[in-house]
């Protein structure tokens, strides 16, 4: 009875420690199992099986207590790996957010049209070529002088008209040359000269009896003082005439040259974005901008001149015509007295 009993019990000491040496090995290969499954997930902790607590619990002999000794002793053997497992497995989260994040963020598309810089007139103007830089700089000169010309034959007419009619108004009750010359005094100006010219040719043809001859003579005169005039006038609206009529060519040979060169740029560079070939278009279409604002004023201001002096010339010829009309009574006044010697 004893030898069954004690045979028993080696058995369930046996049985015991068969159950403790299995049990760290499938608690170890779970928690690998399922942390491959799910990186994030911490493995579960193994619980040990409550039944060999029992066991031992049951058993009253001596030799339990060394197997449950040497199976406590085993378990934090155990244990290890199924804690290690879990604390394995949590970076991995981290890791992989951190490796997910950038593959969230769009990735730069290839093929984007690079921005295009600032297209303002000066920007055009620098990075335009050397011939186109010439002709705008030669286009600007030459509306600065369609400008000044304009201030200046604005001044210029606006003080002559002023003068020759004030002139007009002070001989015109004048009955002589000599009246009138004593009314301007010693002003300059045309009206003075065309007087001048009458008592030099009355002066040069005294004691010729034909008075048409010494008319003729002075209407020459004034003629030629009348042309001096209007060439004088004139000067600077040949200048506004060329502006005008070749400005717009000059703007049109620099837009010629920026596409020009706009093109060979295109076929430099392979491409025809709109980055690439807008520049140049805006650069060549500058030069005839600045033609146009060239050529514009400078026609408007010649047309402008004309009528102006035009109107002058007129008060030119009514001076010419007073000068010879006092010419004319000198002449009749002369031969009247002379005549009137002859009878005495």
């Known amino acids: 009875m004893k030898f069954a009993s004690f045979h028993a019990s080696l058995v369930a000491t046996a049985l015991l420690a068969a159950t403790w040496l299995t049990a760290p090995a499938a608690a170890q290969t ?16 193994a619980v040990l099986p409550a039944p060999a607590t029992a066991a031992t619990a049951a058993q009253p002999s001596a030799t339990a207590a060394p197997s449950t000794a040497a199976a406590t002793a085993a378990m934090p053997t155990a244990a290890s ?18 490796a997910i994040a950038p593959a969230s963020e769009p990735a730069p598309k290839a093929g984007i049209a690079p921005a295009m810089k600032e297209l303002s007139p000066w920007v055009m103007f620098m990075s335009a070529d050397v011939i186109v830089k010439a002709v705008m ?32 108004k002070r001989i015109a009750e004048a009955r002589s040359l000599a009246e009138a010359q004593m009314a301007l005094g010693t002003k300059q100006g045309i009206l003075p000269s065309f007087l001048s ?37 004139r000067v600077g609206m040949g200048v506004l005439a060329t502006i005008g009529s070749t400005s717009p060519f000059v703007g049109l040979f620099g837009t010629v040259w920026g596409i020009m060169n706009s093109f060979i740029g295109i076929s430099k560079s392979q491409t025809t974005n709109l980055a690439v070939v807008a520049p140049g278009i805006a650069e060549a279409l500058l030069a005839t901008a ?7 004023p400078a026609v408007i201001i010649y047309n402008h001149f004309s009528r102006v002096t035009k109107g002058y010339l007129e008060l030119v010829s009514r ?26």
């Open 197 to 233: 010219a009458a008592l030099r040719e009355a002066r040069m043809s005294a004691g010729l009896s034909s008075d048409g001859g010494i008319k003729e003579r002075a209407a020459s005169s004034f003629a030629e003082i009348v042309r001096a005039e209007a060439r004088r006038i």
């Open 290 to 296: 600045i033609g146009l604002v060239a050529a514009i």
């Open 319 to 344: 001076a010419s015509g007073a000068a010879a009309r006092l010419l004319s009574r000198d002449l009749d006044r002369s031969h009247g007295s002379a005549h009137s010697h002859a009878a005495e």
């Open 81 to 98: 790996p199924m804690a290690a497992a879990p604390m394995a497995a949590m970076p991995s989260a981290p890791a992989t957010e951190a």
């Open 137 to 168: 700089i030669g286009l600007a000169f030459a509306s600065l002088v369609t400008w000044t010309v304009f201030i200046a034959k604005s001044i210029e007419l606006s003080i002559a008209s002023t003068r020759l009619r004030s002139a007009l």
């Open 30 to 45: 779970q928690p690998q199992a399922a942390a491959q499954a799910r990186p994030t997930a911490p493995a579960p902790a």
